[in-house]
């Protein structure tokens, strides 16, 4: 009875691994290849929001194999579903983990939704169906570097987490006029230097919330 109560356990425990991925990223098992050099002055809101293109190009196109080569080589990549990004449960991938669970059919945990609190448990191209490119972000409406757009009652921890990084925003402030802009959304691509370059260190979805 003991050895059956033990490997329930382990069961479940291996289950729970399958479903939620670490966020811890051994800097040894990162594989990548180095994105073209930023065009100017590494700080130059022009070539960042250039390369902010090129990167919401890729996502629209579902091209995750150059997407990854923008990932940063050391701490990889963070994604948040919303605003407030809670960095003990977000996911993070290096190039090689996305690229191994990019097109399966495993569930990921991301964190929780607003409201419910129920586990956001998707794979990864429902995940960017929904928390990424859930709008044309690439034509958006309004667009920014460094500086945000979308505003409401969810928190905001972007520049407290991500004190020295760069970002650009991409905004849509609603679309339909029934709900008074409380459907608006917002993409946030995050950037960090690595040997004078500028890798995508995290990608932040934010809409309205409860």
């Known amino acids: 009875m003991l050895l059956s109560i033990i490997a329930c356990n382990s069961k479940k425990q291996i289950d729970k691994t399958d479903s939620i991925p670490t966020d811890s990223i051994p800097t040894?098992?990162?594989?990548?290849?180095?994105?073209?050099?930023?065009?100017?002055k590494v700080d130059d809101d022009t070539a960042i929001a250039q390369l902010s293109n090129k990167i919401l190009s890729l996502i629209k196109n579902k091209d995750y194999t150059t997407l990854v080569s923008y990932f940063h080589p050391v701490a990889g990549t963070r994604f948040s579903p919303y605003g407030y990004i809670d960095t003990t449960v977000a996911v993070q991938f290096n190039s090689k983990s996305f690229m191994e669970n990019i097109g399966t059919q495993k569930k990921i945990y991301?964190?929780?939704?607003?409201?419910?609190g129920d586990s956001i448990l998707l794979t990864p191209e429902k995940y960017f169906e929904k928390?990424?490119?859930?709008?044309?972000?690439?034509?958006?409406?309004?667009?920014?570097?460094?500086?945000?757009?979308?505003?409401?009652?969810?928190?905001?921890?972007?520049?407290?987490?991500?004190?020295?990084?760069?970002?650009?925003?991409s905004h849509f402030s609603g679309f339909d006029k029934k709900y008074g802009g409380m459907d608006w959304s917002s993409l946030r691509l995050v950037y960090k230097k690595?040997?004078?370059?500028?890798?995508?260190?995290?990608?932040?979805?934010?809409q309205w919330t409860i």
């Not at 991301?110 to 419910?116: L, M, Q, R, T």
């Not at 690595?194 to 934010?206: K, M, R």
């Open 28 to 40: 040894d098992s990162i594989s990548y290849n180095a994105p073209l050099p930023v065009p100017g």
């Open 131 to 169: 928390f990424v490119y859930n709008a044309d972000f690439l034509n958006a409406e309004k667009t920014a570097v460094n500086k945000m757009i979308g505003t409401g009652n969810s928190l905001n921890n972007l520049e407290k987490i991500y004190k020295d990084a760069l970002f650009t925003e």
């Open 194 to 206: 690595y040997n004078n370059q500028l890798f995508l260190i995290a990608i932040v979805h934010d």
């Open 110 to 116: 991301w964190g929780n939704y607003d409201g419910s």
